[in-house]
């Protein structure tokens, strides 16, 4: 099976992911041996900082080899084609983690592999963030009939945090400018292009940066049409009076969130980001345990 996308797990495989990564953050050193002796690849085409150690320790953690591959080193799709690298990984790993800019060099890769191809980001999706997201969420409020506000870009993190809270009985308000809206989700989505509308009596404020990696080039665009889509003290108090504050990271203070909202007492963005250990456990252990 591949984690290619939230949908691929279906509510079951969610849930499973949810308990399995509680249990492992209570007792890291369960499951040590449970996956020794097999390999997995993280395959890097962009940045990487929670992602790339998280997932190193992850799979150390459960007896696990990883390697390391960066892109300059192998030439994905430019040296050789995104089938013929899949076909040859396939001999010798047991699963590849990759960070693509385009969900369709995934999806060629995993077309020829037996191994299972998780998505550690890619345009349209960041499954991995979700089950991080969704596990915090968790631990601060119900997941039946939570309310997530996502402000900002519709983009792979929002797209993903959208499946993972609504496969978990939770509802998404999403508050983005005109142009930015994520397409094709399913289910009941709020959306609006007032920031306020969407977090107002919400459980939970999220947001994620303005110009996603390899937008550059419209990030001063991008800086005037989402002007009025920052998070800050003043938005986030009309939100409910228990709600918390989340952003997968990296964030830019100052653009999408404001100095100092990673310091709310209601901010988890550092539980969250420890998360994406934990629920990377999980995810390995549901794939190949
Ligand atoms: N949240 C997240 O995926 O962070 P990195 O880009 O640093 O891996
Ligand atoms: N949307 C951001 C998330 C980074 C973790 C990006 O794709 O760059």
Redesign the pocket.
């Known amino acids: 099976m591949n984690f290619l996308t939230v949908s691929d797990l279906g509510e079951v495989g969610l849930q499973r992911l949810l308990d399995l990564g509680a249990k492992v953050k209570a007792d890291p050193g369960l499951y040590r041996t449970a996956l020794a002796g097999k390999s997995i690849g993280l395959f890097f085409m962009k940045?990487?900082?929670?992602?790339?150690v998280s997932c190193d320790i992850a799979a150390i953690q459960l007896g696990m080899h990883p390697i390391s591959i960066r892109n300059e080193q192998t030439g994905f799709g430019t040296r050789e084609t995104p089938e013929d690298v899949g076909q040859v990984l396939d001999r010798y790993l047991d699963a590849l983690g990759m960070r693509v800019f385009d969900h369709a060099d995934l999806v060629r890769t995993a077309s020829v592999m037996r191994a299972p191809v998780i998505n550690l980001?890619s345009d349209l999706e960041?499954p991995c963030?979700a089950i991080a997201d969704v596990m915090t969420i968790a631990e601060n409020v119900p997941l039946g009939g939570v309310n997530v506000a996502f402000v900002g870009d519709g983009n792979n993190v929002c797209r993903s945090l959208a499946l993972a809270v609504q496969s978990s009985g939770g509802r998404m308000r999403i508050a983005s400018p005109s142009g930015y809206e994520p397409h094709g989700l399913p289910g009941e989505v709020l959306m609006t292009s007032d920031p306020r509308e969407a977090v107002a009596g919400a459980d939970v404020v999220y947001t994620d940066v303005w110009a996603s990696m390899g937008q550059e080039d419209e990030a001063e665009l991008r800086r005037r049409h989402f002007a009025r889509f920052r998070v800050d003290e003043d938005l986030f108090a009309l939100a409910g009076d228990d709600a918390i504050f989340l952003h997968?990271?990296?964030a830019h203070r100052g653009e999408e969130v404001s100095e100092s909202m990673l310091e709310h007492p209601r901010s988890r963005v550092f539980d969250q980001?420890e998360n994406?250990l934990h629920s990377f456990k999980a995810i390995l252990l549901h794939l190949l345990g």
């Open positions: 940045q990487s900082l929670r992602t790339w980001l960041h963030q997968c990271l990296p980001a994406r």
